[in-house]
T-cell receptor, first 112, second 112 residues
Framework: GENVEQHPSTLSVQEGDSAVIKCTYSDSASNYFPWYKQELGKRPQLIIDIRSNVGEKKDQRIAVTLNKTAKHFSLHITETQPEDSAVYFC???????????FGAGTRLTVKP | NAGVTQTPKFRVLKTGQSMTLLCAQDMNHEYMYWYRQDPGMGLRLIHYSVGEGTTAKGEVPDGYNVSRLKKQNFLLGLESAAPSQTSVYFCASVLNPGAGYTFGSGTRLTVV
C-alpha cells in the first residue's frame, strides 16, 4: 500500500515568515493529494488539495506543489500568522481507491 | 445541518469490555471512514464504507468491526477492548472521493 512520509515533524517560524512542509509518497499511481489542518483539540479540516494533472495550486497565502517524477509534494504558507499554528497533515491516495494514507503530521508554531 | 457527529466524545473502558462508537452524517454522503489518531503516527484507516450495506478493511482493521445499516450511520465496534486501542477515533465522510473529507469532532477512548 501507499506510504506517506512527512517532514519536518515540528516547525517554528516568526510571524510573517514563510513555512514549507514536505511529503513524499511511494505509490506512483496516487493521483490525489489533500492537506488538512488540525487545531489543538479540533477535527482535521481540508485546507487545499491537488490532483496529479496539476503541478501547483494556490489559495491566498497557501500553495501546494507536486513533483510526480520525484513523488513528493509540498505545502507552502506565506506571511504566516499566529492563527496558522496547528498540526498539518498531508495525504495521498488513488481516487476511488478509498485507502487514503496520511503523513504523521507537522506541528507548526508561528511566534508573534 | 450538523455535518458529521460522533458519539460519545470521551470514554474510558476496562480491558475486555466492549463498546460501539456512532458516526452520523446528514449530508447524504456515500463514503464513510473510521480513522484512529495516535501521537507521531498521523491518521490510520481502520474500516470504510462506500455505501449503505457495504464495508471494507483499511490499514489497521484488527480488533474492530463496523456496520453501515443506514446510509447516514457508520458504527465502529470494539468487541474486547485492549490498551493498544487507546486512541482518538475520527469518523469522516465524503460525497465522492476527490473532494475533501468532512471529519467528526473525534472520540477520545482510553482502555485501562
Amino acid at each position: 500500500g501507499e506510504n506517506v512520509e512527512q517532514h519536518p515533524s515540528t516547525l517554528s517560524v516568526q510571524e510573517g515568515d514563510s513555512a514549507v512542509i514536505k511529503c513524499t509518497y511511494s505509490d506512483s499511481a496516487s493521483n490525489y493529494f489533500p492537506w488538512y489542518k488540525q487545531e489543538l483539540g479540533k477535527r482535521p479540516q481540508l485546507i487545499i488539495d491537488i490532483r496529479s494533472n496539476v503541478g501547483e495550486k494556490k489559495d491566498q497565502r497557501i500553495a501546494v506543489t507536486l513533483n510526480k517524477t520525484a513523488k513528493h509534494f509540498s505545502l507552502h504558507i506565506t506571511e504566516t500568522q499566529p492563527e496558522d499554528s496547528a498540526v498539518y497533515f498531508c495525504a495521498a491516495t488513488i481516487l476511488y481507491n478509498n485507502d487514503m494514507r496520511f503523513g504523521a503530521g507537522t506541528r507548526l508554531t508561528v511566534k508573534p | 445541518n450538523a455535518g458529521v457527529t460522533q458519539t460519545p466524545k470521551f470514554r474510558v473502558l476496562k480491558t475486555g469490555q466492549s463498546m460501539t462508537l456512532l458516526c452520523a452524517q446528514d449530508m447524504n454522503h456515500e463514503y464513510m471512514y473510521w480513522y484512529r489518531q495516535d501521537p507521531g503516527m498521523g491518521l490510520r484507516l481502520i474500516h470504510y464504507s462506500v455505501g449503505e450495506g457495504t464495508t471494507a478493511k483499511g490499514e489497521v482493521p484488527d480488533g474492530y468491526n463496523v456496520s453501515r445499516l443506514k446510509k447516514q450511520n457508520f458504527l465502529l465496534g470494539l468487541e474486547s477492548a485492549a490498551p493498544s486501542q487507546t486512541s482518538v477515533y475520527f469518523c469522516a465522510s465524503v460525497l465522492n472521493p476527490g473532494a475533501g473529507y468532512t471529519f467528526g469532532s473525534g472520540t477520545r477512548l482510553t482502555v485501562v
